[in-house]
């Protein structure tokens, strides 16, 4: 099973600040690498897949990037509706698993 | 508006059985593959299974293989996840998940909640 690890576990940060996720593969996934994004009662929302194409309707502050073992979601400059839980996940190899998530709070 | 809706969840004792359902609209069903995703209370994402558009090569994670069965009516835009001899840890939120590409999901539902005590 490939093992996505996210980090930081959680980044506080302002609104108008950047913010850089990390997910980490065990193992290598190529480009096959989606970003979610969650809020407190909400479903999963896909804001990236391939690794670094934009979902439709995902503002052009979200974007994705890396490629075997390493990615990255940025977040421009945070807009108050961005602070969320985001969730990665691979879909190299079964099973499918996703990362642990990250949390991006208002500092 | 494409939408997925569950519904079917509720409490039940371990050892038992439930089926949850997934009504589709908007789009077209039977040429998009589906999954079940689930979230325990307080935890992550897990995916539990994968069916195709038909219904050929269905996935299953470990922890419910031999115990979860997912199917699909393609002519009613549904999809079902029989669930027996349910754990515990099988309390959870369970989302049904419309495939974009690949197996990431671009679509879904607002999620069914099942209770196992």
């Known amino acids: 099973e490939i093992v996505l690890t996210q980090s930081p576990a959680t980044q506080s940060l302002s609104p108008g600040e950047r913010a850089t996720l990390s997910c980490r593969a065990s193992q290598s996934v190529g480009s096959n690498l989606a970003w979610y994004q969650q809020k407190p009662g909400q479903a999963p929302r896909l804001l990236i897949y391939?690794?670094?194409q934009r979902a439709t309707g995902v503002p052009a502050r979200f974007s994705g990037s890396g490629s075997g073992t390493d990615f990255t979601l940025t977040i421009s400059s945070l807009e108050p509706e961005d602070f969320a839980l985001y969730y990665c996940?691979?879909?190299?190899?079964?099973?499918?698993?996703f990362g642990g998530g990250t949390n991006v709070e208002i500092k | 508006e494409v939408q997925l809706l569950e519904s079917g969840g509720g409490l039940v004792q371990p050892g038992g059985s439930l089926r949850v359902s997934c009504t589709a609209s908007g789009f077209t069903f039977s040429s998009n593959a589906m999954a079940w995703v689930r979230q325990a209370p307080g935890k992550g994402l897990e995916w539990v299974a994968a069916i195709p558009s038909t219904s050929r090569d269905i996935k299953y994670a470990d922890s419910v293989r031999g115990r979860f069965t997912v199917s699909r009516d393609n002519s009613r835009n549904m999809m079902y996840l029989q669930m027996t001899n349910l754990r515990a840890e099988d309390t959870a939120i369970y989302y049904c998940a419309k495939d974009i590409w690949g197996w990431t999901f671009d679509v879904w539902g607002q999620g069914t909640v099942v209770t196992v005590s």
């Open positions: 996940q691979q879909h190299s190899k079964w099973p499918l698993t």
């Open positions: 391939s690794a670094s």
